[in-house]
């Protein structure tokens, strides 16, 4: 598959040729993102939401009451879940919410992400991005002439110091390195923004999946 490559300022730099194994996957599987998705995210919960327990609550344990005699219920302590200023039964605990995905489960995620943007007319390839000076204005504009206002850039190897600069006031903008590529950042963009460099190193990085 070729796609055309194009250079910041717009103007043609050439062509490119995709692997089909990795951008040309016809049928887009839903349930293989979701479940890639859910497992993002519920990683990076903080977890750290918290209620007190019957042991930690500072009010009394002593014995409210008599046991017997006074036509009430039996009860034994204030820190009980049923009185108001009492700890809360069964409530949330410090904890991580992580849990385990398949690596061939997440790798074949992403190209069916990668090949839903290709799918969809919304992947571009650039020579490569870096900029002069850090001059976040100009790049604003730079973009908008390109269309693109809610990217995901893919830079390389290393973002170009000048060019992070630049893009990272700017809303709906996101510029990662090759480890940074994942698949919840590209659904939620527009549009995914690719240079050579992150398509060889993408396409380099299944190679050796599939001869592992």
Not at 21 to 31: E, K
Not at 139 to 149: A, H, V
Not at 176 to 197: E, F, H, Q, S, W
């Amino acid at each position: 598959m070729k796609l055309s490559v194009i250079k910041l300022d717009g103007k043609a730099a050439g062509d490119v040729e995709l692997s089909d194994a990795v951008f040309g996957i016809a049928d887009i599987r839903g349930d293989l993102l979701a479940r890639y998705v859910n497992w993002q995210l519920a990683k990076r919960r903080a977890g750290t939401h918290k209620v007190q327990t019957r042991n930690e609550n500072s009010r009394t344990g002593k014995k409210m009451y008599k046991q017997k005699g006074t036509g009430g219920a039996r009860h034994g302590s204030r820190r009980a879940p049923q009185f108001v200023g009492g700890s809360r039964a069964f409530g949330p605990v410090v904890r991580d919410h992580g849990y385990s995905l398949p690596k061939k489960v997440r790798a074949l995620a992403l190209r069916h992400a990668l090949s839903s943007k290709v799918k969809a007319g919304n992947l571009v390839v650039v020579d490569s991005v870096s900029v002069k000076e850090p001059k976040t204005a100009a790049l604003r504009e730079t973009f908008g002439k390109l269309g693109w206002t809610k990217a995901l850039i893919i830079a390389g190897p290393e973002v170009e110091a000048n060019f992070g600069l630049a893009a990272r006031n700017i809303p709906h903008i996101d510029v990662l390195p090759n480890a940074g590529l994942n698949v919840y950042d590209i659904l939620r963009a527009d549009k995914l923004v690719l240079t050579k460099a992150a398509i060889e190193a993408i396409e380099a990085r299944f190679a050796e999946k599939e001869a592992a």
